[in-house]
């Protein structure tokens, strides 16, 4: 049987499937996941035209998605040219406010 080699980038068309995907590497908490995920979806995104817009060379921005913790500003920028957005989201575990919530009470 012949096997042929994944590429999760020829998947990506959308906003929504890059949003998904993105979405997908978040839930898992691995940094490195993310950060191999945004270099998946740059790929999707015609990675040396990204590399141009967010205003350095193609070989800087593979090294600098590689590189774990990827660089936040490096994030929201492809984010934003990925049609995409970052979200926090509450988990529904009791948060600070909870646990301090006479501190921020109006009395």
Do not use: C
Not at 51 to 57: E, H, I, L, N, R
Not at 67 to 93: E, H, Q, W, Y
């Amino acid at each position: 049987m012949k096997t042929l080699p994944w590429d999760s980038a020829s998947h990506l068309q959308t906003a929504e499937e890059v949003a998904a995907y993105l979405d997908a590497a978040l839930e898992d908490g691995d940094a490195a996941l993310f950060a191999h995920a945004l270099t998946v979806v740059a790929r999707a995104r015609d990675l040396p035209s990204l590399a141009s817009q967010v205003g350095v060379s193609e070989d800087d921005l593979r090294k600098r998605l590689e590189r774990t913790p990827t660089d936040l500003t490096l994030v929201i920028k492809l984010m934003s040219l990925f049609n995409v957005r970052l979200r926090a989201t509450a988990d529904g575990a009791t948060g600070f406010a909870e646990e301090h919530q006479s501190t921020f009470r109006n009395d």
